[in-house]
């Protein structure tokens, strides 16, 4: 489950940019519960974890701020620089009001072995459902 969802919702190196970094990014409370649950099976101690609210800057960015921290249990001093996305007011956003918290971005410190160990299982699962249905790529 950690794997897919990491391989849908966080970042994946590039053939020409290698980076081998673990960051997942979600608005959804239940992902981010999942994939930290993940996480602790894993056995990815919360103290190698690091977390950044994105968020517009009309919004509460301290009722956001606030409602992530304690959502994954964590104090504010696990918590980088939160990054605003400056408002264009041409768009017109329907992410607003007091449930509009942004996303919550979760590091995980000194995680290229384990970005190793989810793009290694990832391809592992492709490779397998190819096998399965017959159709094998290259």
Known sequence: MGVSLYWAEGSKDKPYDRRENVTFVNSDPGMIQVFLAWLDLIDIARERLRYCVMIHENADVAAAERYWAELVGADRSAFNKT????????????????????????????????YRRIEGSWYGIVLGAARHSGQMSG
């Open 83 to 114: 990054t605003l996305k400056k408002h264009n007011p041409k768009t017109v956003r329907k992410n607003t009001g007091e449930t509009y918290r942004g996303c919550l971005v979760i590091k995980v410190l000194k995680g290229a072995d384990l």
